[in-house]
């Protein structure tokens, strides 16, 4: 850990890099409530804290709150670092999405009332109180995994109001930046009918490809041109004839007697971790609400086992075949993931912070923290004599590329470490005990 923590050190001043690490080796030890106080508690577990007199925890707080570090620029530096060290090849996977962090107070910056997804079904939808975050991650499948790991890289905060930039505007900001890190490198973006949006998709760079979601009502047109008749005067046609929207061509191709009747294609592909089979219609046109002129390739799946619905998908790669496109989007899916484990494991949700500085920096710095704890397991924490200690105790439902694995890994590591630091005097071995004690009481 410590030499992928060196290489992002050159955006914080020598200080505030000492507190980095120290937060971060705070924020993975703590095993109780990840507020602020207890996570900065559990750095100093050798100083039993009193809540009754002042703690010596300002140099903690002010690193989120006064600090001169950009979380930009340590999101270019892990960046880069993943796919150094992942040797990324081909084009990047990006994927973007937003989630909401439950927050409440009056003086909380950018609290808003948002759509919480979590706990919304398709019949109902609920709001909730918090911080809107539109996230966005680079996909990487590791060859000696089955799993395809999503880490996110750069995240930005949404405000409520129409004075303030929506999620497509959001997304588009953080791809020009992740664009810019990676001037030579192709990119896919791929996000759901959320971001299907003439803000972003009309100036996509590029060398961008996207795949994403299309509304069934999708008012589309045909990519070529009618000629003008000569007997009309006037200028040329700019748009081609309206056809039918994907939900109106999916009823025409299950009727019978139709001339869309049984276009249908069967394509076998892996999809949400198993292999499946999909019925897919595919063809090309215009979509001007969303993309303007620029043609796109439309592609309708129907899966053939039970519970899903039609399922309309499109890319800007007109050459694309549709297995790849399905493929492709259900790995979408991978960055709900990151969330579950942000919320659960990281406990974003659970500081108590309310100043901008600090709204602006912890989140997207415990996201970045998460990939880099990825990021070291992948490289040399697999290999370690405590992962093959814990294999032997994997449960039926456990995973040893799980998040919650990791950092359970890395307390071990740090544990045993901290014990084989220290000599083995009477005096020093009365101070572990202390220490460990004062540990256990913070965990519990």
């Not at 060290?85 to 009056?106: E, F, I, M, R, Y």
């Not at 994403?212 to 047109?221: I, K, N, P, V, W």
Request: charged share 20%; aromatic share 10%.
């Amino acid at each position: 850990m410590e030499w992928l923590l060196q290489d992002l050190s050159v955006i914080f001043t020598d200080p505030s890099f000492q507190t980095q690490c120290q937060v971060l080796l705070g924020w993975l030890m703590c095993l109780g409530r990840h507020t602020e106080f207890r996570v900065f508690e559990t750095i100093v577990a050798d100083q039993p804290i009193c809540r009754t007199r002042r703690h010596p925890f300002d140099r903690f707080y002010n690193f989120f709150q006064r600090s001169a570090w950009d979380i930009v620029e340590l999101s270019r530096e892990l960046a880069i670092q993943v796919v150094v060290q992942l040797q990324v090849a081909g084009p990047l996977k990006l994927v973007v999405d937003d989630t909401l962090l439950h927050k409440s107070g009056k003086h909380v910056f950018g609290l808003g009332w948002f759509h919480d997804a979590v706990a919304s079904t398709k019949k109902r939808a609920v709001t909730a109180p918090g911080n809107n975050w539109v996230v966005l991650g680079l996909a990487v499948s590791v060859p000696f995994t089955d799993g395809l790991f999503c880490l996110p890289i750069h995240a930005k905060l949404r405000q409520a109001g129409k004075d303030h930039p929506g999620p497509a505007e959001l997304a588009l900001e953080m791809l020009r930046d992740v664009v810019s890190w990676f001037p030579d490198r192709q990119f896919i973006l791929i996000a759901d009918g959320g971001y299907s949006a003439g803000k972003l998709l009309k100036q996509l760079p590029p060398q961008v490809t996207y795949v994403g979601l299309m509304r069934g009502d999708a008012a589309l047109r045909s990519p070529a041109l009618m000629p003008r008749p000569k007997s009309k005067s006037g200028p040329h046609p700019k748009q081609g004839p309206r056809i039918p929207s994907p939900r109106a061509m999916v009823t025409q191709a299950d009727r019978k007697g139709s001339h869309l009747h049984s276009p249908w294609k069967q394509v076998t592909v892996k999809a949400y971790g198993e292999t499946r089979r999909f019925q897919v219609l595919s063809f090309q046109a215009v979509w001007p609400k969303v993309f303007g002129p620029r043609p796109i390739l439309v592609v309708i799946s129907r899966a053939l086992d039970e519970g899903y619905d039609d399922v309309y998908l499109y890319t800007t790669d007109l050459t694309a075949k549709p297995e790849w496109v399905i493929t492709t989007y259900c790995q979408r899916t991978s960055i709900e993931g990151v969330f579950k484990d942000s919320k659960q494991v990281m406990q974003i949700q659970k500081p108590q912070h309310w100043s901008q500085s600090s709204i602006e920096k912890l989140a997207p710095w415990v996201w970045l923290m998460q990939t880099l704890v990825t990021l070291w397991y992948l490289g040399e924490g697999h290999t370690l004599p405590e992962v093959k200690k814990a294999r032997k105790n994997l449960g039926e439902w456990d995973n040893e590329w799980s998040l919650r694995h990791m950092c359970r890994i890395f307390r071990r590591v740090t544990i045993r470490h901290t014990i084989n630091a220290m000599s083995a005097t009477k005096r020093d071995l009365l101070v572990l005990a202390d220490k460990l004690e004062n540990y256990l009481f913070l965990a519990g």
